[in-house]
């Protein structure tokens, strides 16, 4: 009797001590227990789950004459697949299709293959012509999201920004994507994807500059790292006309260097020109866009025209000229004039977060793949962070940043101040920065994001 104790105990310690594991480490769970248990299960249903979801072909007529010869029936024939190899969030499958079958399919029964196998999702990627992808995620990766132990390997101009449902990193990228637009409600999130924007490129040497027509309130903090700011209507039209000042400048330069000579290389953007010759990029961060939009007078309406006409200018054709913008607002509707839709249209980037009304999610994603702007307006209030993620190629997915607070942002654009690069055009409109103070400050840490 008392080894039946002993043994009941420590199996109620293994319980509970995997309960605990499986709350504040789900990585090592699944590792230990999820990975083993999901493969066994795939591996032994998998025949059968794959004709319950009508992913199943028709024996070929050589396997049909077989069983007929031994007196048995041919079985429907699941699509080849290897081994079930783990991954840092579930497992990967890779799949062969056969002939007739398509990755719509797969996608349409992905919520099934998800229950059956007693997965948290199930992802479907084409890899190739006939083949596919087939990721299975073991835990909800986006309730408790930390920053990358391993610092990944980018490009300049490339940030990982958020982790995506399927455990890999969402990463921006300028040079593919150069322009982009963030919508999300007030406490959804979205200042903590703009920080972490900010912040990956603060190390970096590219020119910040920033419009806050809210008087600089978001912006401020991270002066010592911007190269302008305007925090008023008239300074964001002044500075909207040195930007383009600049970007045309850039473009002579571009000319001047195509024509060189015989033996100069031609190109039409600025990462074609040597090195030394290359103008440092520009990213420009628009705060609350929709400020820019807001008129109460006459005069009003003709500047905002003005700015606006500006800003798509330089969305336009900023790309070549190394200038790229970040376009933010808690709400983006076509009531806001005929310039938001045409500035919408080179925002190729799309980040839409919890909105407080379906316009903004339909003018931020309809016009990528309206299953995408349905998932925007589903995004529970108590998840804030979580975002649905689209690019001009169709793709949609739900990511989430990890946090950082406004003065870990701040602390880093302190210490990189030195990287700032000079640009004269934009000196007059060089924030003032203010003094340190002489208490010390204690190093914030970055907390992760919990749901």
Not at 226 to 239: E, G, K, Q, V
Not at 262 to 280: F, H, I, N, Q, Y
Request: hydrophobic residues 45%; proline residues 8%; glycine residues 8%.
């Amino acid at each position: 009797m008392t080894d039946a104790l002993w043994i009941l105990l420590l199996a109620l310690l293994v319980a509970a001590a995997l309960a605990v594991v499986r709350r504040r480490l789900p990585v090592l769970f699944w590792w230990l227990v999820g990975y083993p248990a999901v493969t066994l299960r795939v591996l032994a249903t998998y025949r059968a789950t794959m004709d319950a979801c009508g992913l199943t072909v028709p024996a070929s007529a050589m396997r049909r004459a077989t069983a007929r010869m031994v007196g048995r029936q041919a079985a429907p024939v699941p699509p080849r697949h290897s081994l079930p190899l783990p991954t840092g969030s579930g497992l990967v499958m890779r799949l062969r299709m056969a002939a007739g079958q398509a990755p719509e399919d797969f996608n349409a029964s992905a919520d099934r293959l998800r229950h059956a196998w007693g997965a948290h999702a199930v992802h479907v990627r084409p890899t190739k012509p006939g083949r596919l992808e087939l990721r299975l995620v073991g835990w909800d990766v986006l309730a408790d999201v930390r920053p990358p132990r391993r610092r990944l390997r980018t490009e300049p101009l490339t940030l990982p920004l958020a982790l995506r449902e399927d455990g890999h990193w969402h990463v921006r990228d300028f040079r593919t994507v150069p322009h982009e637009l963030i919508l999300g409600a007030t406490q959804s999130g979205k200042s903590v994807y703009l920080r972490n924007l900010l912040c990956g490129l603060a190390r970096q040497p590219v020119a910040l500059v920033g419009i806050d027509c809210k008087w600089g309130v978001e912006l401020a903090p991270f002066a010592p790292r911007l190269s302008a700011l305007a925090d008023t209507p008239d300074r964001a039209n002044d500075l909207l006309d040195v930007l383009v000042e600049e970007m045309e400048a850039r473009f002579r330069l571009i000319g001047m260097r195509g024509g060189a000579g015989p033996d100069a290389v031609l190109t039409s953007d600025v990462w074609g020109l040597p090195e030394k010759a290359r103008p440092v990029p520009v990213v420009v961060v628009v705060d609350e866009v929709a400020e820019l939009f807001l008129a109460a007078s006459k005069d009003d309406e003709k500047r905002w025209d003005v700015m606006v006409t500006k800003l798509i200018r330089l969305a336009q054709l900023g790309r070549a000229a190394g200038i790229y913008l970040e376009v933010c607002g808690q709400r983006f509707g076509a009531e806001l004039g005929k310039g938001a839709t045409m500035l919408r249209a080179q925002l190729t980037g799309r980040v839409c977060h919890r909105v407080n009304d379906e316009t903004s999610a339909n003018m931020a994603l309809g016009d990528i793949a309206p299953e995408a702007a349905l998932a925007a307006t589903r995004i529970p209030a108590e998840r804030p962070g979580v975002a649905v993620v689209g690019d001009s190629s169709g793709g949609w997915s739900r990511v989430r940043s990890p946090h950082l607070t406004l003065e870990d942002v701040a602390a880093v654009c302190r210490d990189t101040s030195g990287l700032m690069p000079v640009l004269p055009r934009l000196e007059a409109f060089r924030p003032v920065v203010a003094e340190p103070s002489a208490v010390p400050v204690a190093q914030p840490a970055t907390r992760p994001v919990t749901g």
